[in-house]
């Protein structure tokens, strides 16, 4: 079966950046679409980007014109870059891979703290 492996979570202080990668441990029926969510303590998981196979990408009005999804050279690989980060992005992230038209696949997931 296809594992979802993230990287690059931490602590950071407000107003750093962290760059969060997802990969995909072997080939896939034909991507859909790659995403990202996060789920802090207490919460629901909430949808925070989104970006499909024709490169049409959307965002949550919390992180808009903060954090940018993107597709890396290896076509099994997602990144989501968060600068600006706030305190309230403190979660657990988790990347979604949609392929074949009906198979989800998600991370693990990776904590991302944010202090204020």
């Known amino acids: 079966q296809v594992q979802l492996v993230e990287s690059g979570g931490g602590l950071v202080q407000a107003g750093g950046s962290l760059r969060l990668s997802c990969a995909a441990s072997?080939?896939?029926?034909?991507?859909?679409?790659w995403a990202w969510y996060r789920q802090a303590p207490g919460k629901p998981r909430e949808f925070v980007a989104r970006?499909?196979?024709?490169?049409?990408?959307g965002y949550a009005r919390s992180v808009q014109g903060r954090f940018a999804i993107s597709r890396g050279s290896a076509k099994n690989t997602v990144y989501l870059q968060m600068n600006s980060l706030k305190p309230e992005d403190t979660a657990v992230y988790y990347c979604?891979?949609?392929?074949?038209?009906?198979?989800?696949?998600w991370g693990q997931g990776t904590q991302v703290t944010v202090s204020s």
């Open positions: 979604k891979l949609t392929a074949g038209g009906i198979y989800e696949y």
């Open positions: 072997q080939d896939t029926y034909r991507v859909n679409e």
């Open positions: 970006t499909t196979d024709g490169s049409v990408t």
